[in-house]
C-alpha cells in the first residue's frame, strides 16, 4: 500500500485527487493546500521554487511513497529542483497542449493558464516542440483561482469575469481550449455555458494519475487487499473550510474513506 502525497496552491489539486480516488481508490492520500499563500501563479519564481520544495519535503517526512505536485505553476517553477532533492516519484502536471494540438481541427488552441505558467521555459520549451501548423492563443487567467479558492466557480462575477479572459480566445476561433490550472477543471459548467458545447476542453488529470500508476508499478509499491484508503486534508489556512470545499467540488464519494483533516502549523 503506497502513501501518496498530493500538493497544490489551495483547492485546485482536488482535481487531480479526485481522478486519483477514481483511478487508484486503495492507496492511503495526504492533500496538502497551501491556501494561506494562494495564488502562487502571481508569485515570484523564486518564492514559488523554495515554498514548493518546503512543502514537499514536508510530504515526504510524512512517510509519502510518491508526491503528485498537482500544481501547474509549482510544476513550472520548481520540479526539476523538487527531483534532485527528493528521493521518491515527483510526478507533476502541465498545461495539455500537446494533445490539444493532435485534437485541434482547425489548428487553433486556447490556453487558460496562469501568468507564471504560461512565462516559465518549461512551458515555452514545451510549446517549441510543437509543430508550427497549430496557433496558441496563451491567456493568463489573472483573478480566476482566488474566485475559486472563495467558493465561487459557479458565481456571476467568476463568470464575468472569465468571460473577459475567454473573449480572445473566442475571437480568435479556437476550437480546443487548455485547461492550464488544476483548479479551473471546476470551471467546466461555467466555461459551456459562455461557450456552448463544441469547444474541446483539454485536461490533463486523467494522464497525471496514469503516470502515478505506472510509478508505483515500477517501485514495486503492492496495491493493498481493501478497496478504499485513507484521506487525511491538511490546510495552511483552514482545514474545515478545505474539507468542505473538498466535498463540494470533488466528484467522488469520500465517505466511503476514513477522512480526516489537520491544519498545517510552522512551515
Not at 480516488?21 to 508569485?43: F, K, V
Request: charged content about 20%.
Amino acid at each position: 500500500m503506497a502513501l501518496i502525497g498530493v500538493f497544490d496552491s489551495g483547492v485546485g489539486g482536488l482535481s487531480i485527487l479526485d481522478e486519483a480516488l477514481d483511478q487508484l481508490p486503495e492507496h492511503d492520500y495526504i492533500y496538502l493546500a497551501d491556501s494561506a499563500n494562494a495564488p502562487y501563479g502571481e508569485r515570484s519564481s523564486e518564492w514559488i521554487a523554495a515554498r514548493s520544495l518546503a512543502l514537499c519535503q514536508h510530504l515526504a517526512h510524512e512517510g509519502c511513497d510518491a508526491i503528485v505536485v498537482a500544481c501547474n505553476t509549482a510544476t513550472a517553477q520548481a520540479i526539476k529542483d523538487i527531483r534532485l532533492k527528493i528521493n521518491i516519484p515527483i510526478i507533476g502536471v502541465e498545461p495539455g497542449i500537446k494533445p490539444a494540438a493532435m485534437q485541434s481541427l482547425n489548428g487553433i488552441v486556447g490556453v487558460l493558464a496562469t501568468e507564471a505558467t504560461l512565462s516559465s521555459d518549461k512551458f515555452n520549451a514545451l510549446l517549441a516542440t510543437l509543430p508550427p501548423h497549430c496557433r496558441f492563443i496563451k491567456q493568463a487567467g489573472a483573478g480566476l483561482v482566488p474566485l475559486i479558492e472563495a467558493g465561487k466557480a459557479d458565481g456571476e462575477d467568476t463568470l464575468e469575469l472569465l468571460a473577459k479572459h475567454l473573449e480572445p480566445i473566442q475571437d480568435a476561433g479556437a476550437d480546443t481550449l487548455v485547461l492550464g490550472c488544476t483548479h479551473y477543471p471546476f470551471l467546466r459548467k461555467a466555461i459551456r455555458k459562455l461557450l456552448g458545447g463544441s469547444i474541446t476542453l483539454i485536461d490533463t488529470s486523467e494522464a497525471v494519475v496514469r503516470q502515478l500508476k505506472r510509478q508505483l508499478e515500477i517501485n514495486t509499491i503492492a496495491t493493498p487487499e481493501h478497496q478504499h484508503g485513507s484521506i487525511i486534508f491538511i490546510s495552511s489556512k483552514d482545514e474545515g473550510t478545505l474539507l468542505t470545499m473538498a466535498q463540494d467540488l470533488m466528484s467522488c464519494d469520500l465517505s466511503a474513506h476514513y477522512v480526516s483533516a489537520q491544519y498545517l502549523g510552522g512551515l
